[in-house]
């Protein structure tokens, strides 16, 4: 309850969350359901963004594929809509659900205008975004690129001192 409000739904409450839904919790989409209120009540378009991609991303650990495309679509609409770009590199969320769910032409337009590029910062969710773009290109056939970019996410990940396959299972796509 507390960590749902007053500005708490970035760092630690999404690592918390995080935590409860990869243990496939259900007191996750309960905290995600406090911060959507929370974001409600105050008015907060990024608050609510940022809680929907990351229920979206619990909501995909669960299988819950329909919901999490519903969810990440939400929360990329409410950012174009407000100007907001803190979620780019979360375009992952959405382009994983539609492959997960067969629809990779719809996945393809979701990751183009988020290209990563040299000048951004390395973080968590880039690797996840180059993981999905290079994902993209095996599940379309086009394997020399997709293994390319599959090897190349894996070495920036492991140059961050990234070694947990749960988080980021470059290798097993990879092979």
């Known amino acids: 309850g507390d960590a749902a ?60 594929l329909a919901e999490a495309e519903a969810d990440s679509r939400e ?12 979620l780019d590199a979360f375009r992952f969320v959405s382009a994983e659900a539609l492959m997960e769910r067969g629809k990779l032409a719809e996945a393809a337009p979701v990751l183009e205008p988020a290209r990563p590029d ?3 910062a390395e973080d968590v969710a880039l690797y996840f975004l180059r993981h999905s773009r ?14 390319e970019a599959m090897l190349d996410v894996g070495a920036r990940f492991e140059r961050s001192g990234g070694r947990n396959p749960a988080l980021l299972p470059w290798r097993s796509h990879a092979a």
Do not use: P
């Open 5 to 64: 409000r007053g500005g708490n739904r970035g760092g630690a409450f999404a690592r918390a969350c995080m935590v409860l839904a990869m243990a496939d919790l259900d007191e996750a989409l309960t905290m995600y359901d406090a911060a959507l209120a929370d974001a409600h009540q105050h008015g907060s378009i990024s608050g609510f963004a940022a809680t929907k991609v990351f229920r979206a991303q619990a909501f995909l650990f669960r299988g819950d």
């Open 75 to 86: 929360a990329l609409d409410a950012c174009r809509a407000w100007g907001l770009q803190l």
């Open 118 to 120: 040299e000048s951004m």
């Open 134 to 147: 290079a994902r993209l290109r095996l599940l379309q056939g086009d394997l020399a690129a997709g293994l």
